[in-house]
């Protein structure tokens, strides 16, 4: 059985209108995600919007979280940060809070040499708690290729790959040159993923939807692609969403329109056009429609 398995939400942060982090509508949205069904719980990811948090936010965000799961899902903690040495502090923090692992990208601030990105997880798979590497070559200067994650999960405790690049093939590659656990990384191949093997899926629009993509990717997995295919069909344009520089401003909108406002984005992140919000809202209704039909 895989370590993480399902769908796992990639949270959103609750801000007030002001842009303070709001504490108690985070542990209400958590305690909603697992009632609708979700498998897991990840915070201060990007689209949790870690990197404008002060340390002290981004640990009671953690703790928060994981407060709020009271052990009913699994939380697996965003690792990121500017310095090997902050990274470790954040995954022993995870670890200290009590999480179930840690996702973790490789050097961010430039494009590191391999051996850097190899003492990198060492570091970090030092710290000794469950871990998912993350490739997103999209956002990130480093590609995690097939052949890189081979080494990488050499390292004991990394059990698992977040798969942002948008390209399938490499999903068949990971899980035939390594034995790492695949989760799908962006929305848009949530259909695809399950059906080649990857056994979950750290998601975005699931956040909105969480109910319709615990469903989704559940068909998926059990290859029953007639039923999958017209939620997804249905869904897809909300799941490109997932893959812009404004998923966040793009996701947080989603949950206005499902009945579950989280507040504005924090600066430099602004409010969308009026069209941006007015094409979302099109494409949230049409996905509402048919699942619940």
């Avoid at 990198?120 to 997103?136: D, E, F, L, R, S």
């Avoid at 656990?181 to 056994?199: F, Q, R």
Wanted: aromatic letters at 8%; proline letters at 8%.
């Amino acid at each position: 059985m895989a370590k993480f398995e399902g769908v796992y939400v990639a949270l959103v942060t609750p801000f007030t209108e002001d842009y303070e982090v709001d504490y108690k509508r985070l542990y209400e949205v958590c305690d909603w995600l697992i009632q609708e069904g979700i498998n897991g719980l990840v915070p201060a990811g990007s689209l949790g919007e870690y990197a404008t948090f002060s340390p002290e936010e981004r640990a009671k965000v953690v703790e928060t979280v994981i407060q709020a799961a009271n052990g009913r899902v699994p939380v697996v903690v965003g690792s990121a940060a500017p310095s090997t040495k902050q990274a470790v502090q954040w995954v022993e923090h995870a670890k200290n809070a009590g999480a179930a692992g840690v996702m973790a990208l490789p050097p961010i601030n430039y494009k590191p040499l391999k051996n850097e990105i190899l003492e990198h997880y060492k570091a970090i798979n030092n710290v000794g708690i469950p871990i998912i590497a993350y490739n997103n070559p999209r956002d990130y200067p480093t590609d995690l290729t097939p052949d890189l994650l081979a080494e990488i999960a050499q390292f004991e405790n990394v059990v698992a790959v977040k798969e942002f690049s948008g390209d399938i093939r490499r999903m068949h590659d990971i899980l035939d040159r390594t034995n790492l656990e695949v989760m799908v990384g962006v929305d848009n191949l949530a259909l695809e993923g399950p059906m080649i093997g990857a056994t979950g899926w750290i998601s975005g629009v699931p956040n909105a939807l969480p109910r319709e993509g615990v469903q989704l990717f559940k068909l998926a997995k059990e290859g029953k692609i007639d039923e999958a295919l017209p939620l997804y069909r249905r869904q897809l344009p909300l799941f490109h969403y997932d893959a812009s520089p404004q998923l966040v401003q793009y996701i947080k909108y989603m949950m206005e329109l499902a009945g579950q406002p989280v507040g504005p984005s924090r600066p430099p992140r602004l409010p969308l056009s009026q069209e941006e919000y007015e094409s979302v809202r099109k494409d949230f209704k049409r996905a509402v429609e048919i699942v619940h039909q």
